[in-house]
């Protein structure tokens, strides 16, 4: 048994409708589960408005990752889904947000690893 949770967050300041062309890019197993939920690389994914969101405090605030417009949360469907595969997982999903020069932040237990 792992002694570090394998769920994380990231925080995104991008809206769902960005946030889910992205994945599908990424990933194409993306599938939709029901309204909110997703599965994706083994785990259940559901994205959250923040209702925290604020748009100026985002950008200038020096934890504005708490501000962003949404998190997405990742929990694994089971316990065959390791902290390596997480931990590349979520920084695979960091770079792509990156790129579209999204701002995103990861929450997780894990984040030494990072």
Same mark, same amino acid.
């Given at each position: ?6 769920? !994380? ?6 809206? #769902?409708?960005?946030? @889910?062309?992205? =994945? /599908? ?10 309204? /909110?939920? !997703? ?13 925290? +969101?604020?748009?100026? =405090?985002?950008?200038v605030d020096e934890d504005g990752f708490l501000? +962003?417009?949404?998190? @997405?949360? !990742?929990?694994? /469907? ?10 590349? =997982?979520? #920084?695979? @999903?960091?770079? /792509?947000?990156?790129? +579209? ?8 237990? !894990?984040?030494?690893?990072?």
């Amino acid at each position: 048994m792992q002694d570090i949770s394998v769920s !994380f967050r990231i925080a995104v300041n991008a809206n #769902k409708e960005k946030i @889910i062309e992205i =994945l /599908k890019e990424y990933k194409s197993c993306l599938t939709l589960l029901e309204e /909110k939920w !997703f599965c994706i690389c083994g785990n259940n994914m559901q994205i959250n408005y923040n209702e925290d +969101y604020d748009k100026e =405090l985002s950008i200038v605030d020096e934890d504005g990752f708490l501000y +962003y417009e949404n998190n @997405i949360d !990742f929990y694994p /469907k089971d316990d065959t889904i390791m902290l390596e595969n997480q931990v590349q =997982l979520a #920084k695979e @999903i960091l770079q /792509k947000f990156t790129n +579209y020069g999204i701002a995103s932040e990861i929450i997780a237990e !894990f984040e030494n690893l990072l």
